[in-house]
């Protein structure tokens, strides 16, 4: 979509970043890390659930811009709907469907989560968490078990756009799928568990709750050390949660009180002492990637390398509009696309979107998380002002085209 997220450029993420030297000394203290507090509460910002980079807040002020773990033998039960949730049971039944990664390109690397898919060895991730790991000869992926079995991985797919990634460990037997979860039937308030290898401290779970739905998060990659290239600016209509999530936690689950997975850990809103590159942890307010994206582009990795992606075809900027006697904020189409759903659709400049499906629309960013996470070929109903007056527009999404 040729929605443009205005304000200023956001700076990188990733996952924890460490060199080759840190990573020993890491190692020599058997998994302890000393904690950093902000030296100045100034500014909101959202980092990857990592410590590559932050980003500053949200351009109008509608969003952000964004050891082995103990077995337990359970059956667990879906307690979320009777009001009470056995966590133990949900964490036995989800650790073994959880990874971690780590990545080495000569004296730098990172380290992230990743969940298993399926048998056949495809690992979902954080693009931002494997970014640089095919790039030189002495670039390596690899996937730690929650057994403690370290294998070499493969890279099957990237997708800057959504910060999503597909890689694949091979010939390894008795992997544990996760299940999948459906985040369309998710519900503020609904208790969560955001499971991870925050700080290289294998199979941590936290849980909160579902904070908000539809949270839309920009975040963009940039070169703050480590292994992450990308530049790519990333806008997620996100499942905002409390649940504790901490550098290293991306590319890991967040899954519901009966183990299915919701969402993909990918960002976390840190204080920032404002335009710095340090990174405090977790205060309650971290993100992810729904499943439904997840699913899509995951989907599409596998079976060809590549994903395609939504689009509108218009430009938009934030803007104002009074509808009856409110004011709304809305996003006010700059320009429309020759060709594009859009167009066949008759929007037309100046028309301000109020909401998508029913979706509030307040800021360009809004408009670009609630496209991005729909499937080429849908129809989606916008609803506008135009002259003042309250109408309806049924558009059906094209696709970008590919990057050259």
């Known amino acids: 979509m040729n929605a443009h997220p205005g304000g200023p450029a956001a700076q990188g993420p ?24 902000a030296t100045a509460v100034l500014a909101a910002a959202l980092a990857s659930a990592g410590t590559y980079g932050v980003v ?26 009777a009001g009470t949730v056995n966590w133990s049971a949900t964490a036995a039944k989800v650790n073994p469907s959880v990874v971690s990664i780590s990545v080495r390109s000569g004296d730098n690397g990172g380290q992230g989560s990743g969940v298993i898919l399926d048998k056949q060895g495809n690992i979902v991730t954080n693009n931002h968490v494997v970014a640089g790991g095919d790039r030189g000869d002495d670039a390596e992926v ?70 908000a739905m ?15 290239t990308s530049n790519d600016t990333v806008v997620t209509n996100a499942i ?35 335009g710095g590159s340090g990174q405090s942890g977790n205060i309650g307010i971290g993100f992810a990637i729904p499943m439904s994206v997840v699913k899509n582009i995951s989907d599409q990795l596998i079976d060809k390398g590549e994903a395609e992606h939504a689009l509108l075809g218009i430009s938009t900027q934030p803007t104002e509009v009074s509808n009856g006697k409110a004011t709304l904020t809305a996003a006010k189409v700059s320009s429309v696309s020759k060709g594009s ?23 360009a960013n809004a408009l670009v998380a609630q496209v991005r996470s729909r499937t080429v070929g849908s129809t989606v109903k916008l609803t506008i002002i135009r002259d003042g007056k309250q109408q309806n527009v049924q558009v059906t999404l094209g696709a970008q085209p590919a990057k050259q």
């Not at 539809?214 to 992450?228: A, E, I, K, L, Y």
């Not at 759903?341 to 800021?363: C, F, Y």
């Open 14 to 37: 990733a996952a924890s970043a460490f060199s080759t030297t840190d990573q020993e000394k890491a190692k020599s203290r058997k998994g302890l890390f000393a904690a950093v507090g």
């Open 56 to 81: 500053k807040a949200g351009d109008d002020g509608t969003g952000y811009t964004s050891g082995n773990s103990t077995v337990i033998k359970a059956d667990p039960k879906d307690f979320a709907d």
């Open 142 to 211: 690899q996937v730690t078990l929650h057994n403690n079995r370290t294998y070499k991985a493969d890279i099957v797919g990237t997708d800057p756009s959504t910060d999503l990634a597909v890689i694949r460990i091979k010939d390894v037997p008795s992997l544990t799928p996760v299940e999948i979860g459906d985040d369309k039937k998710l519900v503020v308030g609904q208790p969560v568990m955001a499971v991870g290898n925050p700080l290289g401290l294998a199979g941590t779970v936290t849980t909160g709750i579902v904070s």
């Open 214 to 228: 539809n949270r839309p998060v920009t975040t963009s990659g940039g070169n703050s050390g480590g292994s992450s």
């Open 240 to 274: 905002q949660t409390s649940a504790a999530i901490n550098p290293g936690n991306s590319g890991g689950a967040l899954v519901d009180g009966s183990g299915r997975l919701i969402g993909i850990n990918s960002s976390i809103a840190s204080l920032s002492s404002g």
């Open 341 to 363: 759903g859009a167009e066949k659709a008759g929007l037309r400049e100046n028309d301000a979107i109020i909401e998508l499906d029913g979706q509030p629309i307040t800021s």
